[in-house]
C-alpha cells in the first residue's frame, strides 16, 4: 500500500512541477533569477530530476542514471520542452521503479548513506516525496512572482 501511495504521490508532484513549468507565459523567466532568490524555477527542476532520478533510479533501480548535480544548478536555458521531457521520463522511471519494489524492500537499509546514519528505504523515500513537494512550492511561488505582467 505505501509503495502505491509514494508512486501516486511522486507522479502528482511531479506533474504538478510539468504544469508550473508550462504556465510561465515568457519561458525565459524559468531562468530568472533576482534579489535573494538563488535558484531559478528551471535550475529547481533540473535538480529534483537529478536527485529523484540518482537516488530512486541509480540507486533502487539500477538505471545507470549518472548524476552531475553542479549542473543542475549551474545549466542556464533549457528550452521548457526539454524540461517537460525530463519530467515525463522521471516520472516513467518512478512507475517502473517502485513497482518492482517488495513491501520488505521498503523495510530494508536504503543502500546509500545519504545523511550520516543509515535509514529505511521507506524513510527515504518518503524524505525525497517530501523534498520534491518543497521544491514545487518554490517553483509556483518563483512563477506567480518573477513571471507576473
Same mark, same amino acid.
Given at each position: 500500500?505505501?509503495?502505491q501511495t509514494?508512486e501516486?504521490l !511522486?507522479?502528482?508532484?511531479?506533474n504538478?512541477?510539468?504544469?508550473?513549468? &508550462?504556465?510561465?507565459?515568457?519561458?525565459?523567466?524559468?531562468?530568472?533569477?533576482?534579489?535573494n532568490?538563488?535558484?531559478?524555477?528551471?535550475?529547481?527542476?533540473?535538480?529534483?530530476?537529478?536527485n529523484?532520478?540518482?537516488?530512486?533510479?541509480?540507486e533502487?533501480?539500477?538505471?545507470?542514471y @549518472?548524476?552531475?548535480?553542479?549542473?543542475? !544548478?549551474s545549466?542556464?536555458?533549457?528550452? *521548457?520542452?526539454?524540461?517537460?521531457?525530463? @519530467?515525463?521520463n522521471?516520472?516513467s522511471m518512478? &512507475?517502473?521503479?517502485?513497482?518492482?519494489?517488495?513491501?520488505?524492500?521498503?523495510l530494508?537499509?536504503?543502500?546509500v548513506?545519504? !545523511?550520516?546514519k543509515?535509514?529505511?528505504t521507506?524513510? !527515504?523515500?518518503?524524505?525525497?516525496?517530501?523534498?520534491?513537494?518543497?521544491h514545487?512550492? &518554490?517553483?509556483?511561488?518563483? *512563477?506567480?512572482?518573477?513571471d507576473?505582467?
Open positions: 500500500m505505501l509503495l509514494l501516486s !511522486f507522479s502528482r508532484d511531479l504538478r512541477l510539468k504544469g508550473e513549468i &508550462q504556465l510561465y507565459r515568457d519561458e525565459r523567466k524559468i531562468w530568472y533569477i533576482e534579489k532568490i538563488a535558484n531559478s524555477a528551471g535550475n529547481l527542476c533540473l535538480h529534483l530530476v537529478g529523484l532520478n540518482a537516488y530512486i533510479g541509480t533502487l533501480g539500477k538505471t545507470n @549518472i548524476r552531475q548535480r553542479d549542473l543542475e !544548478f545549466l542556464k536555458d533549457i528550452p *521548457r520542452t526539454e524540461l517537460v521531457k525530463r @519530467i515525463d522521471t516520472v518512478i &512507475q517502473k521503479v517502485l513497482g518492482h519494489l517488495t513491501s520488505d524492500d521498503l530494508a537499509i536504503y543502500p548513506m545519504v !545523511f550520516d543509515e535509514m529505511s521507506e524513510y !527515504f523515500l518518503a524524505h525525497l516525496a517530501t523534498h520534491l513537494n518543497y514545487l512550492g &518554490q517553483v509556483n511561488y518563483h *512563477r506567480r512572482l518573477l507576473a505582467e
